[in-house]
């Protein structure tokens, strides 16, 4: 092998190896940053059912429930049963200005913009799905189910 070859096939080989370790610092990041979302929005879960607790003492908050559905499993963020009904509430913890669409909403923070699917539309479902169990007992089938969006930043 000439020199030269080998010349060309180092400088690949390291190009390869440095694009590799690029790859996975970027993977490394995007998963990183997952996680931050997912804690905010843990923390503002957490925040909305001590409110609900606070607010409605006596009543029975249930939180992040999962229910079988027609389409496999749905997680709801808050159960709340209390003197004035039983309601569904889906937590949200977006941030800047949101842009709402029927089916796909918009968030514009800082220099991003993130597509969401309807947090309305997705506890649509989820009220849908704590019927389809209250109708399998007779004694519960009249029982109506509401459906509540929250956000909880104050930048929304």
């Known amino acids: 092998m000439t020199p030269e070859i080998k010349l060309i ?3 690949f080989l390291t190009v390869d190896f440095l694009v590799l370790i690029g790859l996975g610092v970027s993977s490394v990041l995007k998963a990183v940053r997952r996680r931050q979302i997912l804690h905010f929005g843990d923390k503002a879960e957490e925040e909305v059912s001590e409110a609900l607790q606070n607010e409605f003492p006596g009543a029975v908050v249930l939180n992040n429930v999962y229910l079988k559905s ?9 159960i709340l049963i209390c003197k004035w009904g039983l309601f569904v509430i889906e937590t949200k913890s977006h941030n800047g200005r949101i842009q709402i669409e029927k089916k796909e ?3 514009f923070y800082k220099d991003k913009i993130v597509r969401f699917r309807s947090p309305i539309l997705q506890n649509e479902s989820h009220v849908r799905a704590l019927e389809q169990i209250l109708k399998r007992h007779r004694a519960l089938q009249r029982i109506k189910v509401q ?3 929250v956000f909880t930043s104050k930048k929304v």
Do not use: F, P
Request: charged share 10%; net charge neutral; hydrophobic share 40%.
């Open 9 to 11: 096939l180092w400088i």
């Open 70 to 78: 027609g389409r496999g499993t749905t997680q709801l963020d808050h």
């Open 105 to 107: 909403w918009t968030q």
């Open 147 to 149: 459906g509540l969006v």
